[in-house]
């Protein structure tokens, strides 16, 4: 493959996702949540996945768009944040097996129990978001 067939394939890409380029809006921002739930749903499995790389860069995007159209609150708790998240996405406490149960998630929104570092990184992967935001407060 050459430049040129690089090139094409990249000019594809971002007219079709507008990667080359940070998020514009609340449409496209929704539309790449959704590519990311997809590409995460068939990828997930395979850490070495080709699409690895362009769920990363989705997520980056994704990242920066959030910081700065809807930055985190300082003092929201990991609780908070996962209950804006399953919000977010229309999730209910049974449809999150990246932290257990129906019943440990409850525990979890109830601020009864804690994330374990297993959680906070399968959600962190899941909704593309830094692990940092599901860190407990002093």
Do not use: C
């Amino acid at each position: 493959m050459n430049l040129t067939d690089i090139a094409s394939h990249w000019v594809a890409l971002h007219e079709a996702l507008g990667l080359g380029a940070p998020i514009a809006d609340e449409a496209q921002y929704e539309r790449l949540l959704a590519l990311v739930d997809e590409l995460f749903d068939s990828t997930a499995a395979d850490p070495t996945h080709p699409l690895g790389g362009l769920v990363a860069l989705l997520g980056e995007r994704i990242r920066e768009y959030e910081a700065r159209v809807h930055p985190w609150p300082d003092a929201a708790t990991p609780a908070e944040v996962l209950a804006a998240l399953m919000a977010g996405h229309g999730l209910t406490q049974s449809e999150l097996p990246e932290v257990g149960a129906q019943s440990v998630v409850s525990a979890v929104l109830a601020g009864k129990r804690r994330l374990n570092l297993r959680q906070v990184q399968a959600l962190s992967a899941r909704f593309a978001v830094p692990m940092e935001v599901f860190a407990q407060s002093a």
